[in-house]
C-alpha cells in the first residue's frame, strides 16, 4: 500500500549528519540571485513516513487528486528535521507517478511535536512524530502487569506537547482493570477497556475521527492486535513479545501512518513501534497545570514560581485543599497533578528513564 510509509530514523540520521559535516554552512556565501524562490506554487501534504531521506508525501488527502509523492528534501532543509505528521510544502514532480521525485522545500508551522528520549545508546532526543492532536495510550490489565508510573510518563509527554491522552487497557478478560485504573481517577482521561474477543473498535474508532493520534505502549500489551481491529489493512504483526533485553537500539522500528475509515468519517493513526518512551527532557509544568483547567484558574493565586507541590508554601492549590474548598474530587484531581509534577515536572530530572 502506497501510504504505507516506513520511517528509517537510523537512515535519516545518518544522512543529516553527513551532509552536515561536508558543507558546514552552504548557504553562507551564496549570491542573494541565485536563492530559490519563495514557492508560492508549493502544494501541502502530510508526511507519512521516512526511508534513507526520501519521503512519502501524500498530497491532495481526501480529495480525487489524492496521492502520494516521493520527495527530497531540499538542500537549504538539511539541518531541519522532517517527520511523519509533517505538513510538508512539495513542489517540482508532484503527480505522484512513477519514478518521480518532488522536493520539499519547507515545512509548516507544527502545532505539536513529540520526541523520542534518549536512552543509553543514544544521548539525543530525536523528534518522531509532529502535529499529532492525541496520545493513545495502551496497556494490558495483565502480562505483562501494567504499571502507572509509565501511564504517567506518557501522560507528561502528552499533556507538555499539548496532546490529548486517550488510555485504553487491554486484556481485560486476564484481570480486573479497576485498581490499576484508580491511579487515574483524577485525571480528565477517557478511558477504554479491551478484552479478547470484545474489542470496542466502534467507540476506539469514533474517537479517531478527525484527529491524528499516536499510538504507544509496550510491547506485548496488544496494540497492533488493536491497530489491525481498526484498521485491517495495516496488517501489523502481532505477537512479537521478544523485546530481548529491552536495552539498545531497536533495529526493527518503523512509525507507520494508517488510515482510521470509520462510518462517521477518517482519522489518522500513527503507530510507533519500538518508541519505548517519549522525551521528558524539556517539560514545561505549565504545560501539565494548563491540562487541569480548574486548578490552573486557582492557580493564578499562587507566588511567583510556585512549585505546586504539597510542600510549596502559600501555594493556592494546597490552602484550596486544606480549606475544603476543592472537595474531594478536587483533591484528587490535585493528587494527579501534584504526582505528575513531583515526578516528572518540577524537580531536576533524577535521570530515570523506566
Ligand atoms: P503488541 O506487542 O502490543 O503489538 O501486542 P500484540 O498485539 O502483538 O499482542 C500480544 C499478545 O497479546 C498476542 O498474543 C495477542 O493475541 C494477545 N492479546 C491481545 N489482546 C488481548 C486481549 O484483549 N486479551 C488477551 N487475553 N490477549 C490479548
Ligand atoms: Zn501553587
Redesign the pocket.
Known amino acids: 500500500m502506497s501510504w504505507l510509509g516506513p520511517d528509517d530514523e537510523d537512515e535519516l540520521d545518518e544522512f543529516d549528519e553527513s551532509a552536515v559535516r561536508v558543507r558546514p554552512n552552504p548557504k553562507a556565501n551564496r549570491p542573494r540571485t541565485k536563492r530559490r524562490p519563495a514557492h508560492e506554487d508549493a502544494e501541502v501534504g502530510r508526511v507519512l513516513g521516512v526511508d534513507r531521506g526520501r519521503y512519502s508525501v501524500l498530497l491532495g488527502e481526501d480529495t480525487a487528486e489524492e496521492r502520494t509523492v516521493t520527495a527530497a528534501r531540499a538542500r537549504e532543509l538539511r539541518r531541519t528535521p522532517i517527520v511523519t505528521g509533517d505538513a510538508a510544502r512539495v513542489v517540482g514532480d508532484t503527480s505522484g507517478d512513477e519514478g518521480t521525485l518532488g522536493r520539499i522545500v519547507g515545512i509548516v508551522d507544527r502545532t505539536s511535536l513529540l520526541r523520542r528520549s534518549a536512552d543509553d545508546t543514544d544521548q539525543v532526543e530525536r523528534v518522531i512524530v509532529a502535529n499529532a492532536d492525541q496520545m493513545l495510550i ?1 496497556v ?4 505483562p502487569e501494567p504499571r502507572a508510573r509509565l501511564v504517567d510518563r506518557y501522560l507528561v509527554a502528552a499533556l507538555d506537547a499539548g496532546v490529548r491522552p486517550l488510555l485504553v487497557v ?5 484481570a480486573d482493570p479497576a485498581p490499576f485504573l484508580s491511579h487515574f481517577e483524577g485525571l480528565d482521561l477517557r478511558v477504554f477497556t ?6 470496542p473498535v466502534a467507540e476506539i474508532g469514533a474517537a479517531l475521527v478527525g484527529h491524528s493520534t499516536v499510538f504507544v ?12 481491529g481498526l484498521v485491517p489493512s495495516a496488517g ?6 521478544n ?1 530481548v533485553t529491552g536495552r539498545g537500539r531497536h533495529t526493527s522500528s518503523s512509525t507507520v501512518s494508517l488510515r482510521y475509515r470509520g462510518a462517521e468519517g477518517n482519522g489518522w493513526v500513527i503507530d510507533t ?1 519500538g518508541v519505548r518512551s517519549f522525551g521528558l527532557g524539556h517539560v514545561d509544568p505549565a504545560n501539565i497545570l494548563a491540562a487541569f483547567t480548574e486548578l490552573a484558574e486557582i492557580a493564578q493565586e499562587c507566588p511567583r514560581g510556585c512549585t505546586h507541590l504539597p510542600d510549596a508554601p502559600d501555594c493556592a492549590l494546597n490552602e484550596a485543599a486544606a480549606s475544603g474548598q476543592l472537595g474531594e474530587a478536587g483533591r484528587a484531581r490535585l493528587d494527579s497533578l501534584q504526582r505528575l509534577l513531583e515526578t516528572f515536572g518540577v524537580r531536576p530530572a533524577a535521570g530515570g528513564h523506566g
Not at 194 to 199: L, N, T, V
Not at 218 to 228: A, D, F
Not at 236 to 241: E, F, I, N, S, Y
Open positions: 495502551v494490558a490489565a495483565a502480562d487491554t486484556k481485560t478478560d486476564l479491551s478484552a479478547r474477543g470484545e474489542m505502549g509496550h510491547s506485548g500489551v496488544g496494540k497492533s492486535t488493536l491497530v489491525n501489523r504483526a502481532t505477537g512479537h513479545v523485546e513501534p
